[in-house]
């Protein structure tokens, strides 16, 4: 398996790698400092891509912190005014990645990340205007002073506008339905974020329920509901108001009025008592959801990148392709295996789990990506907006791999039943 691969590169015994990393507005990661194993390289810079905001989630954060830090000369009332705070365009991060350690009970989760072996631990976060000169916000701020700091000012605690509504409803089995279908760039992320939330195995099914209703014994429902919104990142940060999660470049919100559960398949019962009775559909004004325009790029397991002439500005390309390699693997073979494998296990596996049983998967020599023509040329990593499509493991024979068919090479070897 992929996985099991990647562990037995990263080896079972404590170690401890520092690491110096810096990151642009646009979650580009150069590691200045860190171990020699290109595994361990890939791990961190994974993480911090992951896990750090970019683009206007950048702006929203460090402007938070610089409003928190009690930095302002004056009161923040207009959009215009919180725009007028420069944000500086570098980050550095200074830590170390601990293999075969876990995450501390009492630790940060904002300085010790969770990667696969262990914890990757930021001890120190700079940013710089000019690359040269770094400086960083007070790490022992009395929490209380820092909300009145920001909570003075009438510009906070305000919520982005509304990009798009999604109803999801979820079987403890892990069976998720979206309404209505999100664009490519979204499905996967939402689908783990609705497991996330209401539980990703039985026992956290029943417990988070419980919890819902505020009943220690509670029946754990059939099917759960919730209404994921997201929103463009608020000018700034409210802890009163802190989103879910991210994706890609937006706060994700969980309306409590729209979530509910059902206890037998029929009937659903809203976990908000104030809030209406739950419908069965989502009203008109939701429904509604932009088309996305894409296009389709070819990444090759040697490492090329191509597209059809004019679909790409050309003041984009290199920048494409290196995205796309560095998410891929591609032009790296262990790299490129392990994401086709995990590509494949992802799409097929539910349906055909025998194939978890192979120890060595077909790797295809060229996958097709769908991308949103508005992400090309979008500070974000292409690696949160596009979709994989097709592939191919002769260059002849394309499979669609949302066909709900086995392509013929993976059929092969199965293992006999």
Do not use: C
């Amino acid at each position: 398996m992929g996985d099991a691969r990647r562990r037995k590169q990263l080896g079972l015994m404590p170690t401890v790698h520092p690491f110096e990393a810096d990151m642009d507005t646009s979650g580009n990661v150069t590691l200045n400092q860190g171990p020699q194993e290109a595994a361990l390289q890939v791990l961190i810079v994974d993480a911090l891509r992951e896990t750090q905001p970019t683009g206007p989630l950048w702006d929203s954060s460090y402007r938070t912190s610089f409003v928190m830090a009690g930095r302002p000369d004056r009161l923040l009332e207009t959009a215009e005014d919180v725009q007028s705070i420069a944000v500086p365009p570098h980050r550095r991060f200074v830590g170390e990645l601990a293999l075969g350690t876990t995450v501390p009970e009492d630790a940060n989760t904002y300085t010790h990340l969770p990667v696969e072996g262990g914890v990757l631990h930021l001890r120190q976060h700079t940013h710089s205007a000019d690359g040269v000169r770094w400086e960083s916000f007070p790490a022992n701020t009395d929490p209380r002073r820092a909300l009145e700091f920001l909570m003075q000012h009438p510009a906070a605690g305000g919520q982005g506008k509304v990009v798009a509504t999604f109803r999801i409803e979820q079987a403890p089995e892990g069976r998720v339905t979206i309404d209505p279908e999100p664009p490519g760039e979204w499905l996967e992320a939402l689908e783990e974020l609705a497991s996330e939330w209401h539980g990703q195995t039985p026992e956290e099914w029943g417990d988070l329920h419980a919890e819902q209703v505020d009943e220690d014994k509670a029946t754990a429902p059939v099917l759960k509901r919730s209404l994921f919104e997201l929103r463009e990142p608020a000018l700034l940060l409210s802890p009163l108001g802190t989103p879910f999660a991210q994706v890609g470049g937006l706060e994700l919100h969980i309306d409590p009025a729209g979530s509910g559960y059902s206890p037998d398949g029929e009937e659903w019962i809203t976990y908000d008592p104030e809030a209406a009775p739950l419908g069965d559909s989502l009203p008109p004004e939701l429904s509604q959801f932009l088309d996305v325009d894409t296009v389709t790029v070819t990444v090759f397991a040697d490492g090329r990148v191509e597209w059809e002439e004019d679909d790409v500005p050309a003041d984009q390309a290199d920048r494409i392709r290196a995205d796309l390699v560095q998410a891929t693997g591609a032009g790296h073979p262990e790299r490129w295996a392990d994401w086709t494998e995990n590509l494949l296990l992802e799409i097929f596996a539910d349906e055909y789990p025998d194939l978890n049983e192979v120890e060595t998967l077909p790797v295809p020599i060229a996958v097709r990506l769908d991308i949103p023509v508005d992400a090309l040329t979008d500070a974000d990593p292409l690696a949160q907006a596009f979709i994989e499509s097709e592939l191919t493991f002769d260059g002849q024979t394309w499979h669609d791999l949302y066909a709900e068919e086995l392509p013929a090479e993976l059929n092969a070897v199965r293992p006999l039943n």
